[in-house]
């Protein structure tokens, strides 16, 4: 049953961030210590050997990471806020500075993100498709979503 408030909309009492969930869809938050780094143009934006993977349906698996483990150096604080009916809404957007470029909106975090992926928490997620990420020593190639 949906319900239509004046400004938001619920799924019995739970609100509905963008639009209902599919219930096809599903969405993981798992920690790991796999080892995690992220770049831009040679610049390096994280690394990590405590990620938490999050793994929802349709996209590549994101690589969030704790703060004190992501160079802030190279990351400029942006007025970007998104919302995510499996997460909730951002926090914070980053757009990353590397050399004379800076790019849009490449990293972002969910302070007080949704219960069923709480492990994300304050952490930093950047791009896939947008940052050279390697996994334990390999590195991964670029995929195209929609967000490319």
């Known amino acids: 049953?949906?319900?239509?408030?004046?400004?938001?909309?619920?799924?019995?009492d739970e609100p509905i961030y963008g639009h209902p969930r599919n219930p096809y869809a599903r969405v993981d938050a798992l920690r790991s210590h796999r080892h995690v780094t992220v770049a831009v143009d040679g610049v390096l934006?994280?690394?990590?050997?405590?990620?938490?993977?999050?793994?929802?349906?349709?996209?590549p698996t994101r690589y969030y990471i704790d703060q004190t483990d992501v160079t802030f150096e190279h990351l400029e604080?942006?007025?970007?806020?998104?919302?995510?009916?499996?997460?909730?809404?951002?926090?914070?957007?980053?757009?990353?500075?590397?050399g004379d470029t800076v790019q849009a909106d490449l990293a972002?975090?969910?302070?007080?993100?949704?219960?069923?992926?709480?492990?994300?928490?304050?952490?930093?997620?950047?791009?896939?498709?947008?940052?050279?990420?390697t996994l334990d020593g390999v590195a991964l190639p670029r995929p195209q979503t929609h967000f490319s």
């Open 108 to 133: 972002w975090t969910y302070h007080t993100p949704l219960p069923a992926v709480a492990p994300i928490a304050n952490m930093v997620a950047f791009y896939n498709e947008k940052v050279d990420i």
């Open 1 to 12: 049953r949906f319900e239509w408030s004046a400004l938001s909309w619920f799924e019995e």
């Open 45 to 59: 934006l994280a690394d990590t050997r405590s990620p938490v993977m999050l793994f929802e349906t349709g996209l």
């Open 77 to 98: 604080p942006t007025s970007t806020q998104t919302l995510c009916p499996y997460k909730g809404v951002t926090s914070a957007y980053w757009s990353v500075r590397a």
